[in-house]
């Protein structure tokens, strides 16, 4: 493991304590078979493929903060995956 992947694991924890460590819709803590994902509660901003992992991290604490963000299980954000793509689109919907 590299200096900065032991970084990002680091800040990705803290992440996701602020999320509470736990899925907002079914309440499982994160575990192999269920990793923790980020889901923005309004749709994202901003483009994900765009942005490198570590300025996502850094994002995501500063969303985390304001309280944009929540943990979802991965087959929670699967199931919501869809509505949540239709939230989001460039250049639309960028007021809140
Ligand atoms: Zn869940």
């Known amino acids: 493991m590299t200096r900065n992947s032991r970084l990002y694991a680091r800040k990705r ?3 996701m304590a602020l999320l509470g460590d736990r899925c907002a819709l079914c309440g499982a803590g994160e575990s192999a078979s269920r990793p923790l994902e980020v889901d923005h509660i309004n ?3 901003w483009a ?3 942005t490198a992992s570590h300025q996502r ?3 995501y604490l500063e969303e ?3 309280g ?3 943990a ?3 087959p929670c954000n699967v199931r919501e995956g869809n509505r949540g793509n239709q939230k989001w689109r460039p250049g639309r ?3 809140y």
Do not use: E, W
């Open 13 to 15: 924890a803290l992440l």
């Open 43 to 45: 749709g994202r901003q």
């Open 48 to 50: 994900i493929t765009r």
């Open 57 to 59: 991290l850094k994002r």
């Open 64 to 66: 985390a903060k304001k």
């Open 68 to 70: 944009l963000l929540r």
């Open 72 to 74: 979802l299980c991965k």
């Open 93 to 95: 919907n960028v007021s």
